[in-house]
């Protein structure tokens, strides 16, 4: 889901922080101007500081106090903790919890592993006609939640859909795919799949084409073979960049909520609830701010747990 | 002024118009205004669609016998127009319509979250209609106050609506119908003769339309939630009416009509042998699929148990005036002038499909005439024998939402995964306690 | 020399295949009679309905005022979140000054939170300043695109600082400098950011979806996903609006796709 316009990922983690190596320019203090070298910069990101100030700082602090209270409007009052209380024994919070864990568990590596398949493919020299390639696969990830959405409850309709026509004409029976728990999942999963794995092939594809070919070449006269040279040499050449997708995507993942939304409502019988579908149930259905709140800080924390830990065990290596 | 700005006064600049947006943000506004009982100006309607058409057309003759008051009335859209009230009623009546047309399953919830934010009518004279209107809907427009704030305009009695020729060829006597266990042995010899499913229903409740499980615990005069707001989702009213659906299922009587637009095309295809819905329905058969002219018929919906009642009201519609609004007696006089009088209700009936809840409009020849989409059978009539009948009203609560997220869920379960009624329901009525704060009543 | 292999090359086709079919199988059932939609098998050529379901589209979401408020809503947040994206990055770029580098990790890490924190908050701020239902509130909150200011701040920084300073020495105003410097050498890179976030605007959907309240303010996906589960619902005219919600960016995208790739991996080729 998105608030903002949707943000494609920076290709390599930023470097935040670190002292700059620019020449910070000459302050030559020229009073007849309005503009010096000093105020400059504080004007160029005064909007950004404005912006950030009112839509990104405070509602992340305001939502953490709309967490601590219930009622609406002006019967909004302090409750503590309630809310969290309430969390915690809400069964409905952990399905969407676990459906949501599930997805993470089987989605993430299956498209990154299928992304970087895609990649090396496109990064091969043995093969025709590349760049329609990759053209064809990075075309899913332009189109909006919504309309693939749409497309894909027609395409996965069981009577009458795109995808059954095809399993049949290879033999397979009917499958019902928004209609059982399981096979709505499986639908959920494909979906994500077909839309972000061109991605995050075009991402990796950027990786490979970042390693030097030298290495390669030293790596045959050593007399490594294919898969060693893979195993040995591209993969921990692309770690930084495998990193920053398995981050990006786990974010990605754990705030999901268009699919199931479009798809499946949550259902059948909560099977692809997420948890950020049932903050904006609660949110904006049930009009229970506070608890949504509480729900979205839940969900901050357990994102800002994984990225940490993920960055701590992937990073760690080198 | 200063030519050079430093770098203090810019971020004295910054703060003071992050901290101005910031308290514009915080400051609480929820009071919002007052509202007054201004007799003339001009007033706006909030209205959704045909409705909307309907109440347009007894515009021009308003205006004219009530000098100094204009009228527009907008069409805002339904579902668009519930979360357009719910925020407005949210930030103290702010950009609210001074008239609001509103649905059963949201009056109750606005009159509970928002106290003043629909305006008492009863101050103003609504109680003169008390008798005037469908038994059993009355009840539903009081707030805690014991005062009246809203008017019924429309009410849909359940029906039930079914394929004659199916019926015909598996030799079933609608007449013989009285209650769902014999409609499920009619529906198992319209399956064996016909191959046809007696009914649709979503399995997978992602549409969470639970009308037929709220029929059938209406029936029972039982709903989520009693008069007093207390939790009967597991009681044995409810307990009976999901068993019922469960039964069907094993029957295999019950269409999946999960999917987009499924229920449509099986009615299309001819492959569902009933209908239960309510009067709106009359004219969606027959403008939808006019090509299955001749083939319906409607009855009374059959009991739900043996010797049960045999009338429902499945929903109604109502018009009230905002707290906020300054010209509240205008705003009265309106919906006073609208749907109290049964030529312009009937009017509006003709021109915007609305069913009117005013008794008096029943005595129009139009409720007795035959319909040719139903073969000439007076297909009005057994609608409005139903609301002549004595009637319960339905409380709503304003946990309307979470109730059906959750009886939705009970009935995915047994329908799916072949969990046992009461258990799913004994399930739900526990989490809907929880995230509610309500009581079970026992 | 390179040996080809017909096995690579076929499953790459496979992959592009899975990737686009459904694309074509969206564009032919967007020319169907909404009784065809659910047909088997599955319509696989033109239909000739396009202009029956496109007036359909119109009649019922008011086809043109939707898109131009998407086109509306989409650009305005292009141009703004350009030009404070350009801004902001030239200053952390290009200069000096204190709480640059607290600012830029704080800005960042907000690409680390959900965005759903900030819903509810956002939507009561929008509230009492009574800006639901209006464009400025759906473009507003898109205006300040971290992904965008690290975007141009990494482009900004491989710029030489002599090709500035020659321009001050001329007696260039900073002002001058960023229009006639700045902006021209890195065109490319800006171009790439405006599609990015028109691409954003032009498919956002919770935000629009909770921010607006009636039709005649929808946004597209808004307005398709509301045209959705009614009893009523004309499939082949929804199919069609998610086809016009597709196939215009698929194309721009066509056009510009060497600055849009390239744009996508400033960030790897930059540093």
């Not at chain 1, 950027?206 to 390693?211: C, E, F, N, S, Y």
């Not at chain 3, 290009?94 to 759903?116: A, I, M, Q, W």
């Amino acid at each position: 889901m998105s608030l903002a316009p949707s943000e494609p990922a920076p290709a390599t983690a930023a470097p935040a922080g670190r002292g700059t190596t620019d020449r910070p320019g000459r302050t030559r203090p020229d009073r007849r101007r309005l503009l010096t070298r000093t105020s400059v910069p504080y004007l160029l990101i005064m909007p950004a500081v404005l912006g950030f100030a009112i839509f990104k700082a405070y509602p992340i602090v305001a939502s953490l106090w709309i967490s601590l209270t219930t009622g609406n409007g002006a019967g909004r009052h302090f409750t503590g903790l309630d809310n969290y209380q309430r969390l915690l024994n809400d069964p409905l919070f952990w399905t969407a919890l676990k459906n949501t864990a599930l997805i993470l568990v089987v989605q993430v590596p299956l498209m990154l592993g299928l992304a970087l398949l895609v990649a090396l493919g496109l990064d091969s020299t043995k093969v025709w006609l590349r760049p329609l390639w990759r053209l064809g696969v990075f075309v899913p990830s332009l189109t909006g939640l919504v309309a693939a959405g749409v497309m894909f409850s027609v395409i996965l309709n069981r009577d009458a859909g795109l995808l059954n026509w095809v399993l049949s004409l290879f033999g397979i029976d009917r499958v019902n795919w928004l209609g059982s728990p399981f096979w709505a999942r499986v639908g959920v999963v494909l979906v994500i799949t077909w839309h972000y794995t061109g991605y995050n092939a075009v991402i990796y594809l950027a990786g490979l084409q970042g390693i030097p070919q030298e290495l390669y070449e030293a790596a045959k006269v050593d007399g490594a073979g294919p898969v060693r040279r893979f195993v040995s040499l591209t993969l921990p050449q692309l770690r930084p960049i495998l990193l920053l997708t398995v981050v990006l995507s786990t974010i990605g993942t754990l705030q999901l909520f268009d699919e199931p939304y479009v798809l499946t409502g949550g259902g059948p019988d909560n099977a692809t609830l997420t948890v950020t579908m049932y903050l904006y149930n609660n949110g904006f259905k049930y009009f229970d701010f506070g608890y949504a709140s509480a729900l979205a800080y839940a969900l901050a924390l357990i994102v800002a747990v994984l990225g940490f830990l993920q960055v701590r065990l992937m990073g760690e290596r080198k | 002024m200063s030519h050079q700005l430093s770098r203090r006064r810019l971020l004295q600049l910054a703060t003071a118009s992050v901290a101005g947006l910031g308290l514009t943000a915080c400051g609480d506004n929820g009071s919002g205004s007052a509202g007054d009982d201004g007799d003339s100006g001009r007033i706006t309607v909030w209205s959704w669609t045909t409705a909307a058409k309907g109440l347009r057309s007894v515009v021009p003759s308003f205006e004219r016998d009530n000098p100094g008051i204009e009228v527009d009335v907008q069409d805002v859209g339904n579902p668009a127009i519930w979360d357009k009230i719910t925020v407005g009623l949210a930030s103290g009546g702010k950009g609210l319509a001074d008239v609001l047309h509103i649905g059963v399953d949201y009056l109750p919830g606005y009159l509970d979250k928002f106290p003043d934010g629909i305006a008492d009518l009863s101050r103003l004279g609504a109680d003169t209609y008390e008798d005037a209107f469908a038994k059993g809907l009355w009840p539903t427009v009081m707030g805690k106050d014991k005062a009246a704030h809203a008017l019924p305009w429309e009410v849909n009695p359940l029906g039930l609506f079914y394929r004659h020729d199916h019926f015909e060829k598996a030799g079933v006597d609608p007449d013989g119908i009285g209650d769902w266990n014999d409609m499920i042995a009619a529906g198992s010899k319209i399956l064996d003769a016909t191959g046809v499913r007696l009914l649709g229903l979503d399995k997978t409740g992602a549409t969470q339309d639970m009308d037929f499980f709220q029929n059938l615990m209406q029936l029972q005069d039982v709903f989520y939630f009693d008069q007093d707001g207390k939790i009967t989702l597991a009681s044995p009213a409810a307990v009976e009416a999901l068993t019922l659906i469960k039964r069907l299922n094993d029957a295999g009587l019950i269409a999946d009509t999960a999917g987009q637009g499924t229920e449509k095309r099986l009615l299309g295809q001819g492959k569902l042998a009933t209908y239960a819905e309510a009067a709106w329905a009359v004219e969606y058969l027959a403008s939808t699929f006019p090509e299955q002219k001749g083939k319906w018929r409607s009855m009374q919906p059959p009991a739900a148990v043996p010797g049960g009642r045999r009338n429902a009201i499945v929903n109604s519609t109502y018009l009230a005036v905002s707290g906020s609004s300054t010209r509240r007696r205008a705003a009265w006089r309106f919906i006073e002038y609208a749907l109290t009088e049964p030529a312009r209700i009937n009017r509006m009936f003709a021109s915007g499909g609305v069913f009117p809840a005013l008794k008096a409009a029943y005595d129009d020849p139009r409720f007795s005439a035959p319909h040719p989409f139903y073969g000439g059978q007076k297909v009005l009539k057994p609608f409005v024998a139903s609301l002549s009948a004595d009637a319960r009203p339905t409380n709503f609560t304003g946990d309307y939402a979470r109730a059906l997220k959750f009886a939705s869920d009970a009935q995915s379960q047994v329908l799916i995964k072949g969990a046992d009624p009461a258990d799913a329901l004994k399930k739900a009525a526990e989490q809907l306690a929880q995230q509610t704060g309500r009581q079970q009543a026992v | 020399m390179k040996r080809r292999s017909v096995l690579f090359t076929l499953l790459l086709a496979g992959a592009f295949g899975l990737c686009v079919g459904p694309f074509y199988w969206l564009a032919m059932a967007a020319t169907q009679k909404n009784s065809d939609v659910f047909s088997w098998p599955p319509k696989l050529l033109p239909g000739g309905h396009l202009m029956e379901n496109l007036q359909g589209l119109q009649d019922s979401i008011g086809l043109t005022r939707v898109l131009f408020n998407t086109v509306l809503v989409a650009g305005v947040q292009t141009a703004g979140a350009v030009v404070v994206s350009v801004l902001a990055g030239y200053a952390f770029a290009k200069f000096e000054f204190r709480g640059r580098n607290l600012f830029f990790v704080l800005l960042l890490s907000t690409l680390v939170l959900p965005d759903t924190v900030m819903l509810i908050p956002i939507f009561e701020m929008m509230m009492k300043l009574g800006l639901i239902d209006s464009y400025q509130s759906v473009i507003l909150p898109g205006l300040v695109t971290p992904f965008g200011i690290f975007l141009m701040r990494q482009a900004l920084r491989s710029m030489p600082d002599e090709l500035l300073d020659a321009a001050r020495v001329d007696g260039a105003g900073e002002l001058r400098v960023l229009w006639r410097i700045v902006i021209p050498v890195n065109r490319p890179v800006i171009a790439a950011l405006a599609l990015f976030v028109f691409l954003g605007g032009w498919n956002q959907f919770v935000w629009p979806l909770i921010a607006l309240r009636s039709p005649d303010m929808y946004t597209l996906p808004v307005a398709t996903a509301t045209l959705q589960g009614l009893a009523t619902t004309n499939y082949a005219q929804v199919l069609l609006a998610a086809a016009i919600a597709a196939i215009p960016v698929m194309a721009l995208f066509l056009v510009l796709q060497r600055q849009f790739i390239s744009g996508l991996l400033a960030g790897a080729t930059k540093e």
